[in-house]
T-cell receptor, first 114, second 112 residues
Framework: KAGVTQTPRYLIKTRGQQVTLSCSPI?????VSWYQQTPGQGLQFLFE???????NKGNFPGRFSGRQFSNSRSEMNVSTLELGDSALYLC?????????????FGPGTRLTVT | GQQVMQIPQYQHVQEGEDFTTYCNSS?????IQWYKQRPGGHPVFLIQ?????EVKKQKRLTFQFGEAKKNSSLHITATQTTDVGTYFC????????????FGKGMKLTVNP
């Protein structure tokens, strides 16, 4: 089975721009979660989508949004980028809702905001 | 919000040594998961513990869930350089709306 894929793998943007990241889960997985990882803060939960519905949301500003399509693929959007948004963005898929099933992480998208 | 604390945050050991790292929650957990992230890689699922007092072993790694389901430990025997990485625990608070709260991780380095 193919693993979780994320595109692009690396991205450089300037402040004020917006960015869209994509995640394709493992076939058959209906839950996709997004995390922001920075050296000082560890893994910060952004949101989880299950069957195209947002189930949970972390403590991030409204500039961070996401969606899930009928094929379970998910996108994450960050508008009006700030320098502090520079991070590794990880998506993870699981068979069921987060917390009950193991999560399979993708390789991440490294976002640099200049 | 709910918190999961990992102790210590950094661990440096000599190859061949044993050590234990801990994960503590402020509330009772339904389950706990452990993940390992190698340098430059992404987190990889290691194990899930569900029952009070549960102990699971994976080769040289022993995972335990506390009797009160508020803490967990990971014990590594005869540490090898391949054990290097950051270990995360993640727990789901019982009865709450939050799911899978991650600790900040324990970074392990090994001196060969």
């Amino acid at each position: 089975k193919a693993g979780v894929t994320q595109t692009p793998r690396y991205l450089i943007k300037t402040r004020g721009q917006q960015v869209t990241l994509s995640c394709s889960p493992i076939s058959g997985h209906r839950s996709v979660s997004w995390y922001q990882q920075t050296p000082g803060q560890g893994l910060q939960f952004l949101f989880e989508y299950f069957s195209e519905t947002q189930r949970n949301k972390g403590n991030f500003p409204g500039r961070f949004s996401g969606r899930q399509f009928s094929n379970s693929r998910s996108e994450m959007n960050v508008s009006t980028l700030e320098l502090g948004d520079s991070a590794l963005y990880l998506c993870a898929s699981s068979l069921g809702v987060r917390g009950t099933y193991e999560q399979y992480f993708g390789p991440g998208t490294r976002l640099t905001v200049t | 919000g709910q918190q999961v604390m990992q102790i210590p945050q950094y661990q440096h050991v000599q190859e061949g040594e044993d050590f234990t790292t801990y994960c503590n929650s402020s509330t009772t957990l339904s389950n706990i998961q452990w993940y390992k992230q190698r340098p430059g890689g992404h987190p990889v699922f290691l194990i899930q513990l569900v029952k009070s007092g549960e102990v699971k072993k994976q080769k040289r790694l022993t995972f335990q869930f506390g009797e009160a389901k508020k803490n967990s430990s990971l014990h590594i025997t005869a540490t090898q350089t391949t054990d290097v990485g950051t270990y995360f625990c993640a727990g789901t608070p019982q009865g709450g709306s939050e799911k899978l709260v991650f600790g900040k991780g324990m970074k392990l380095t090994v001196n060969p």
